[in-house]
């Protein structure tokens, strides 16, 4: 299967800082990079994701890098608010089955005001 | 904004017991999912559907589990005789597309085996 890391496991910063999280993967025939934000008590929520033709994507705060040599994607967010605070996972799709994703172990993001 | 929902949110179900969760995926969404997560661990696969049939399952999806679409907008998971280590959040999700697509996640059910 693919392996999937990310880090850090917990980051936390101050209100206004950036926050980088990276993943890793090992098949080189992933082609799809979604990041999720989950919530206490709440499912994944769909934040950002990039494809394998890209090599960045910006959505207001957030952008997320691919690095398909290196196979390591990573997710940017600047101007860090409290309501930030989540736990953040990546995940990647081998491209060679149905849309089965592989999810990292997540980051708990905290953004002290 | 259309979103998955799933029911119940909370299940409590003794050991050999069987329990269906279930799921609306959005309405115009072809590939449906389901993911489980122990509790401090990362989100896994269990098993996707398409066009009424599995598509690929994981080593976790054995035959306990089943999947099966009833109607025309449900979608559930069967676990014939729960174990102690089937707790878990169970989460749902579906996309218009397979691989390459946006999936998009359910608030999930809390299943706790007694």
């Known amino acids: 299967g693919e392996n999937v890391e990310q880090h850090p496991s917990t980051l936390s910063v101050q209100e206004g800082d950036s926050a980088v999280i990276k993943c890793t993967y090992s098949d080189s025939a992933s082609n799809y990079f979604p990041w999720y934000k989950q919530e206490l008590g709440k499912g994944p929520q769909l934040i950002i994701d990039?494809?394998?033709?890209?090599g960045e994507k910006k959505d207001q705060r957030i952008a997320v890098t691919l690095n398909k040599t290196a196979k390591h994607f990573s997710l940017h967010i600047t101007e860090t608010q409290p309501e930030d605070s989540a736990v953040y996972f990546c995940a990647v799709d081998r491209g060679s089955t149905l849309g089965r994703l592989y999810f990292g172990r997540g980051t708990q993001l905290t953004v002290w005001p | 904004e259309p979103e998955v929902t799933q029911t119940p949110s909370h299940q409590v179900t003794q050991m050999g017991q069987e329990v269906i969760l279930r799921c609306v995926p959005i309405?115009?969404?072809?590939?449906f999912y389901w993911y489980r997560q122990i509790l401090g661990q990362k989100v896994e696969f269990l098993v996707s559907?398409?066009?009424?049939?599995?598509?690929?399952k994981s080593e976790i999806f054995d035959d306990q589990f089943s999947v099966e679409r009833p109607d025309g907008s449900n979608f559930t998971l069967k676990i014939r005789s729960t174990k102690l280590e089937d707790s878990a959040m169970y989460f749902c999700a579906s996309g218009v597309g397979g691989s390459g697509y946006e999936q998009y996640f359910g608030p999930g059910t809390r299943l706790t085996v007694t």
């Open positions: 559907f398409y066009n009424n049939e599995i598509s690929e």
């Open positions: 309405s115009n969404h072809l590939y």
């Open positions: 990039i494809r394998s033709n890209v």
